[in-house]
């Protein structure tokens, strides 16, 4: 069967490509004839541009001359990732607008029609755009995997509930999505995880890169958020120190902490892979963080900003896998102890727990494939 992926793609976010990648590969590994759908307005264009395209010409001027200091690394890196995207994504051609995109399937005769995973399904964030609900009339199968809401409300998807209501198959990311789709669809959603996990450790290295990466042991650290970054870096050298290990931090935003030798600045998914499989160790706050630690098998701690944060997919995962004792919020007191505990404590054993991930994945694929398990 033809079948088109639609989702964020074209974002320089590590997440974003790789669950990207895996839904293709996996379902050409099941013999489907897969493109990705290369759907990018103008708009998403300049918000994932490499230089700054602000409204305001004076503070993206300025924006601009600040990062001056990190050209290089910011080019390579972007490279890097359109490298990955135009050697590894089975790309359609360029697409701008709903109608291209709606032609395009008329044209091609696609069978069926998969939006996600990611926020597809989150009318809040900048890059939403309604092409993601195909929104059309077309003879193929309308579906979802592993869509998430994010923080939308059943009322911030109001106006997308015909929409909606049009896909064949509705398949959600999170547990809490699926009372929220169910109440505006008046049917219970399938839910999956992040397709990272579609792909086993092999497969992930086969495109890997370890170019950059330290020759011998490492601790990784890899963070998004800004607020935490001081304290979540201070506990991976406390846990580096415990390994007697150097230390090597993803750099994700530029700003005065790059300047730092352990930054790596240039990293795109391919070098992202390398460094998470290569690592010793690794400390992140990241879901694809913890995620990927999980498929390579690489000790780690998920640090949370506090007790109780609202990050519960993580949780939710490593409850799964039976590693939830890896979760540590950082405002809890004797914190570097945990924290250098974790690290003392190798055991990463959760390859039953991945076997089940999938398996509940390959019968989500089977129904929007229209096969029977």
Excluded at 292 to 310: A, G, N, T, Y
């Amino acid at each position: 069967m033809k079948i088109g992926i639609i989702t964020y793609h074209f974002a320089r976010n590590y997440g974003a490509i790789l669950q990207c990648f895996a839904l293709q590969s996996h379902l050409k590994m099941l013999g489907q004839d897969v493109r990705v759908l290369n759907y990018e307005t103008e708009r998403q264009e300049r918000n994932n541009s490499l230089h700054h395209k602000r409204d305001n010409p004076l503070q993206n001027l300025a924006i601009n001359i600040a990062l001056l200091p990190f050209e290089r690394a910011r080019k390579l890196k972007e490279g890097r990732f359109s490298g990955f995207e135009a050697d590894l994504l089975l790309e359609s051609p360029r697409l701008r607008s709903l109608d291209e995109l709606s032609s395009y399937v008329e044209s091609e005769g696609l069978d069926i029609l998969i939006s996600g995973s990611d926020q597809v399904f989150n009318p809040k964030i900048d890059d939403f755009d309604r092409a993601f609900l195909f929104p059309f009339q077309t003879t193929a199968v309308k579906a979802s995997f592993a869509a998430s809401l994010g923080s939308a409300t059943a009322e911030e998807l109001v106006p997308y509930v015909d929409d909606l209501r049009a896909f064949d198959v509705v398949c959600v990311r999170e547990r809490t999505d699926a009372a929220v789709a169910e109440s505006l669809l008046g049917k219970k959603p399938l839910v999956a995880d992040d397709p990272v996990f579609l792909l086993g450790p092999n497969d992930w290295r086969s495109v890997a890169s370890t170019k950059g990466s330290p020759k011998g042991g490492y601790v990784l650290g890899y963070f998004i958020n800004k607020a935490c970054l001081s304290q979540y870096v201070a506990l991976t050298h406390a846990i580096a120190e415990r390994l007697g290990l150097p230390v090597k931090v993803i750099n994700v935003r530029f700003g005065k902490d790059s300047f730092k030798s352990e930054m790596v600045k240039d990293a795109g998914p391919a070098e992202f892979l390398g460094l998470v499989s290569g690592a010793s160790f690794v400390c992140t706050d990241s879901f694809h963080g913890t995620a990927f630690s999980l498929i390579f098998e690489r000790p780690f701690v998920s640090f949370e900003p506090r007790v109780e944060s609202s990050d519960y997919r993580k949780r939710d995962l490593l409850e799964k896998v039976g590693q939830k004792w890896r979760s540590l919020p950082i405002d809890i007191s004797d914190v570097e102890n945990k924290a250098v505990g974790i690290a003392d404590n190798p055991d990463v054993s959760s390859s039953e727990g991945l076997s089940l991930i999938r398996a509940n994945q390959d019968n989500v694929l089977a129904a929007i494939l229209g096969e029977e398990r």
